[in-house]
């Protein structure tokens, strides 16, 4: 087994059986001292966080594959925090998935939306390119310099929102309200699917409007352990 | 007859009969010392260039017309450099149609594009907000923020390509070459059309691989005064 990428929450190894070992660890995104999963650096460590990660993942891919939404999953992994996962050809995409205006969304069209305001389920792509800031780009776009299919892109509309509504509704039997969530896909096997995971790290969720740190939302969701 | 509106490179007054006046300036866009129609600050005074955006507007706006494609020009003013248009509700986008790979462009996707590389004729819009630096946005997000229509945004989608062809066709002529030229669209009397002008301040145009000013871009299409 060997490591083939070092992520910021996240370590990747290529096992010998031909599959990908993910292992989510203690660090945190944000800006500042303050963590925030939408954000692009690595500010510290929080102790807990990558079982958080893991467990949440474990249980938003239960989700998805109980209502026929394919990802890249296999199993748990041996070690601690692990998962066994195909490998897959990471589109470096993020598939981003806004039922309400935050973060960057407010940062960039701030003149006609406020913080909150809600959005129907919209879908916008990002590059994965920490040196250009995670640059927006168009479904046009997309095509013109060949980074996906205009039938990917569809896929992953479609699915992106279908994911969301279920995971939305998930939290929202616990009260808790879901505010966006990126996905990554990539192609397995010539197919389009979800890939990575799905964890406090991809979303932002509120409890009586305040954004859940990533063990609150573990804790909220899967119960005290 | 009031000044409405005082922008980087124009001005623009209502007139007493309705209709609004655009008087074009000597003012020229740029980043530091260098001239460039796609920068949002501006730089300085070029002697003639008001002069040249003028003239350059009614030869396109008259290309446009002939073609069938409405604008919101109405005739000469009687001041010089000037025009008189019918009054428009501004959509307060730029809707940029790209020939090849340019500027923003490249600053955004650089790890998929070089400057240069041919586009098919991609349109993407952005907002007019230079405190935000004229943020993309997709056409998804322009539904939901209610901005326009998805009906206003295929016809300026359409539109913006047919007039590009229109003007990459008759610089060619000249052996100029487009490299990318941005639209303003807005509404007159309940119809989307478009609006402003359509200059040297609206467009990268080459020649032999180098970017022309605006006054030299001018003098190549429509001769030496």
Redesign the interface.
Request: aromatic fraction near 8%.
């Given at each position: 087994m060997r490591e083939i990428y070092t992520g910021k929450t996240k370590d990747v190894f290529l096992r010998d059986d031909g599959y990908v070992l993910l292992r989510f660890k203690d660090t945190v995104t944000g800006v500042g001292d303050t963590v925030d999963s939408g954000a692009n650096e690595v500010i510290g460590e929080v102790a807990g966080k990558g079982r958080s990660s893991f467990n949440l993942t474990l249980r938003f891919f239960e989700l998805l594959h109980e209502a026929g939404i394919p990802t890249h999953f296999v199993g748990i992994g041996p070690d601690v925090n692990t998962i066994i996962a195909k490998r897959a050809r990471s589109f470096r995409l993020e598939v981003v998935c806004r039922a309400k205006a935050w973060g960057s969304?407010v940062?960039?069209?701030?003149?006609?939306?406020r913080e909150g305001d809600p959005?129907?389920s919209?879908?916008?792509f990002t590059?994965k390119?920490d040196?250009?800031g995670d640059?927006?780009?168009?479904?046009?776009?997309l095509v013109?310099?060949d980074?996906v299919s205009r039938e990917a892109i569809d896929y992953m509309k479609g699915t992106a929102r279908q994911a969301t509504a279920l995971i939305a509704g998930h939290l929202s039997q616990r009260g808790l309200e879901l505010i966006d969530i990126k996905y990554e896909f990539g192609e397995v096997d010539g197919r389009t699917m979800i890939i990575d995971e799905v964890s406090g790290d991809s979303m932002r969720v509120a409890c009586q409007g305040r954004i859940l740190l990533q063990t609150e939302l573990a804790e909220a969701v899967l119960g005290r352990a």
């Open positions: 969304f940062r960039r069209y701030g003149n006609h939306v959005l129907p919209l879908v916008e590059l390119d040196e250009r640059p927006l780009i168009t479904e046009d776009a013109a310099l980074i």
